[in-house]
Every structure is written in C-alpha cells, then in structure tokens.
C-alpha cells in the first residue's frame, strides 16, 4: 500500500513540476517577474508543492 502512495505521489510532484515550470515560461509570468522581481504565487505553488510531493513519493518508495 506503501508504493502505490509512493507512485501517486511521485507522478502528482513530476506532473506539478512541469507545470509550473511551464508557467514559469509564459509570458505573464514574465510580465509579473519584471515587475514584482519574483514569480507568482500559483507558480511558486506548483514548483515547491510539486518538488514535496515528488520527494515524499521517492522516499516512500525506498
């Protein structure tokens, strides 16, 4: 039960990352970048909740 969770959430933090790092990439992100200087918060949110997830999922899967 333990690798199925694993899996999800490997699969929940890989697909979240490319999304949000295709995000990063549009064009109003880099019109908000140019002036906030940081990204968004959906793409913050992505990017970090993406890496967690992929995290615990590899973890859970050792």
Do not use: D, H, P
Not at 9 to 35: C, D, H, N, P, W
Request: charged fraction near 10%.
């Amino acid at each position: 039960m333990t690798n199925v969770i694993g899996i999800i959430l490997l699969v929940v933090g890989i697909v979240g990352l490319f999304l949000g790092y295709q995000e990063s990439r549009s064009a109003r992100e880099k019109t908000a970048s140019l002036f906030l200087g940081r990204y968004t918060q959906k793409t913050l949110v992505l990017l970090i909740g993406g890496a967690v997830a992929a995290l615990f999922g590899l973890i859970l899967l050792l």
